[in-house]
C-alpha cells in the first residue's frame, strides 16, 4: 500500500483523547491530527518519537492529517493507523501473497453467518448479537453464494522485545470475532485470524494474556475447534506499507 501524497516527517509531541496527536512540524510549529488507533498504543506513543504523517484535502475533515507510522528509539517503525490494515492485507490477497489464503474471489466486509437458534438465543441473552461482519469472505468458485473461508484481521503493535501481543487493551469486540469464527468453523466453514504486524522488530505474535485474559482464553479455545490463526509481518517505510512473510504464532 502506497502512500499518496506522500507521507511527512514531525516529531510527536503527545498522544491525547485517543484519537488526537500533536505533533510537531518543521516551520509549522506544534499541530494537532487525527491518530486512527483505538488501542492503548503501549510503546507507540513516546512523546520525541519521529513520526510521519498523511495530509487529506477533503474540506470537511475537522483534522487535515493523520499519524501514519512511528518510529521507536532502537529505529524501529511501527504503522499506527490500524484502519490501514485491511488494504495492505486486502493487497496481499489479491496478488497472492498470503499461501494459506487464496481464493478464486475476495470480497470484504462480509457478514457473519447465523448458527443454530439455541446458540443465537444464547447470545442475544449475553447481549451478543451475531450479527455483523468479517473483515474479508474467501470463494472457493467465482459463482459461489456461500464465501469457504471467513478473514477477521487484527493490527499488532505492541512489542516486547520481538515479541508481539493482542490486544494492547482489554477488547470485547476482539473476543467476539474469535467466537464467530469458531462458530464459522461449527457449521464446515474455514475460520481464519489473520494477525497483520506493521511493526518491524517483531517475530513472533502471542495473545496479550495480562492484558485481557479473557480473549486468550477464547482465541485458544477457538484455536482447538479449528480456527486458524496466522501472522504476516509487514514492511514499513514512509513510502509504503506492505505484508512481508509469516511469522510464528505462539498460543
Same mark, same amino acid.
Given at each position: ?11 510527536? !509531541?503527545?498522544?491525547?483523547?485517543? /484519537? $488526537? ?12 491530527? *487525527? ?9 507507540? @506513543? =513516546? ?13 470537511? %475533515? ?38 494459506? $489464503? ?24 449475553? %447481549? ?5 461482519? /468479517?473483515?474479508?469472505? $474467501?470463494?472457493?468458485?467465482?459463482? @459461489? ?30 473476543? %467476539? *470475532? ?15 485470524? $489473520?494477525?497483520?504486524?506493521? *511493526?518491524?522488530?517483531? %517475530?513472533?505474535?502471542?495473545?496479550? @494474556? ?13 484455536? @482447538? ?9 509487514? =514492511? !514499513? ?11 510464528? !504464532?505462539?498460543?
Amino acid at each position: 500500500m502506497r502512500f499518496e501524497p506522500p507521507l511527512l516527517p514531525g516529531v510527536l !509531541v503527545r498522544r491525547y483523547k485517543r /484519537f $488526537l496527536a500533536d505533533v510537531e512540524i518543521a516551520g509549522r510549529g506544534v499541530v494537532t491530527m *487525527h491518530c486512527a488507533n483505538t488501542g492503548a498504543m503501549l510503546g507507540c @506513543d =513516546t512523546p520525541g518519537s519521529r513520526v510521519w504523517f498523511s495530509t487529506s484535502f477533503r474540506p470537511q %475533515r475537522k483534522y487535515a492529517h493523520t499519524l501514519e507510522i512511528v518510529e521507536t528509539a532502537a529505529g524501529d517503525r511501527i504503522g499506527v493507523n490500524t484502519a490501514r490494515a485491511n488494504t495492505v492485507v486486502a493487497q496481499a490477497l489479491a496478488g497472492g501473497r498470503i499461501s494459506e $489464503l487464496r481464493a478464486e474471489r475476495i470480497r470484504r466486509e462480509v457478514r457473519i453467518p447465523e448458527t443454530l437458534a439455541g446458540e443465537h438465543k444464547k447470545a442475544q441473552r449475553a %447481549r451478543e448479537p451475531l450479527r455483523g461482519r /468479517f473483515d474479508f469472505g $474467501l470463494y472457493g468458485a467465482s459463482t @459461489d453464494q456461500q464465501p469457504s473461508a471467513y478473514v477477521e484481521v487484527k493490527s499488532v503493535t505492541l512489542a516486547r522485545g520481538n515479541l508481539g501481543a493482542f490486544p494492547d487493551a482489554v477488547s470485547e469486540r476482539a473476543r %467476539r *470475532h474469535v467466537e464467530a469464527l469458531a462458530r464459522c468453523v461449527a457449521i464446515g466453514s474455514r475460520g481464519v485470524l $489473520l494477525y497483520c504486524v506493521p *511493526h518491524t522488530a517483531i %517475530r513472533r505474535v502471542t495473545p496479550a @494474556d495480562d492484558i485481557d485474559p479473557e480473549y486468550g482464553c477464547a482465541l485458544r479455545r477457538a484455536a @482447538d475447534a479449528g480456527v486458524e490463526v496466522i501472522a504476516y509481518g509487514c =514492511t !514499513v517505510s514512509p513510502q509504503e506499507i506492505t505484508l512481508d512473510g509469516a511469522l510464528e !504464532v505462539v498460543l
